[in-house]
Nanobody
């Protein structure tokens, strides 16, 4: 079992920044690929970024590359999502997830564990 707890969401003005955190615990968490997704009201959950715990692999959705940065702190078992130049359309619940197989990372079905999500609201 892997437990994921997100934090860092909140209300921010357009152009502002937030850093989300995902604290992971459980057995062999280092074997997973960690991903961030988001889901706006009435929309499907969409891929944001993913990172290997042990390795150089980092992936982004093309539309968010340049504004969002995913990183990890292995000592703290924590994955981060730094979000800059936020826009009102970034408003969503943001979820952290863990994938065993580490492929098709933009697909929600590739992930075995999910956090409860943290809400981000960007005002115009």
């Amino acid at each position: 079992q892997v437990q994921l707890v997100e934090s860092g969401g909140g209300l921010v003005q357009a152009g502002g920044s937030l850093r989300l955190s995902c604290a992971a615990s459980g057995r062999t968490v280092s074997a997973y690929v960690m991903g961030w997704f988001r889901q706006a009201p009435g929309k499907q959950r969409e891929f944001v970024a993913a990172i290997q715990w042990s390795g150089p692999g980092i992936w982004y959705d093309d539309s968010m590359k340049g504004r969002f940065t995913i990183s990890r702190d292995n000592a703290k078992n924590t994955v981060y999502l730094q979000m800059n130049s936020l826009k009102p359309e970034d408003t969503a619940a943001y979820y952290c997830a863990a994938s065993i197989r580490g492929t098709l990372l933009a697909d929600t079905t590739s992930y075995n564990y999910w956090g409860q999500g943290t809400q981000v609201a960007v005002s115009s």
